[in-house]
C-alpha cells in the first residue's frame, strides 16, 4: 500500500514559523515519524512539499494509479484553491485533510476549507500528532477497502457455483 503526503505552502518552514501555533517540530521530524510508522505497517509512503498550487495539482493528479491515497496539508490553499479541490475529487483516491492548528478556532477565513467535501476525512488541531492519526485512519480506510474487496470476490464466486 503506497501513501503520498502532500504538505503545501510554508510547511517547510515548520519549527521556524510561529512556533505558537505550529510548534517546534521540522517538517523533516514529522515525516520520519510517518516514515517510522509507514515502516511498521508494511506502508510505503511517499513526501511531496511545495509552495506551488500547480504543482501540488499535479502531484495529485500523479497519484492516480501511482497511489492507493493521500495525506494532504494544502495549507493556505486549503481556504482558496478549487483547482486543489477539483485534484482530489479527479483522483477519486481515499484523502486525507491534516491541519496542525485548529483551523476552527482561528481567523474567519481559515475556518472554511475547500478541500474538506472532497476529502475522506480530516484530522485538525492535533499538533504535529495529527499526522500520526492520518497515518492510522488510512491504514484503518486500507484495510476496510480490502474486507470490502474480498467479501465481494465471495459473493461473486458463490454466484458462479450456483
Known sequence: MKIVVIQGPNLNMLGIREQQIYGPMKL???HAQ???FASQNSMEV???QS???GEIVDKIQECY???DGIIINAAAYTHTSIAIRDAISAVNLPTIEVHISN????EEFRKDSMIAPVCTSSVVGFGPFGYH???VGMLQIMNEIKAAQEMQKQQQAGQSAK
Not at 483551523?103 to 482561528?106: A, D, K, L, S, V
Open 133 to 135: 492519526l492520518a497515518m
Open 103 to 106: 483551523i476552527h478556532r482561528r
Open 46 to 48: 511517499e513526501f511531496f
Open 28 to 30: 523533516e521530524q514529522i
Open 51 to 53: 509552495n506551488l498550487e
Open 65 to 67: 494509479g501511482d497511489a
Open 34 to 36: 510517518m516514515k517510522e
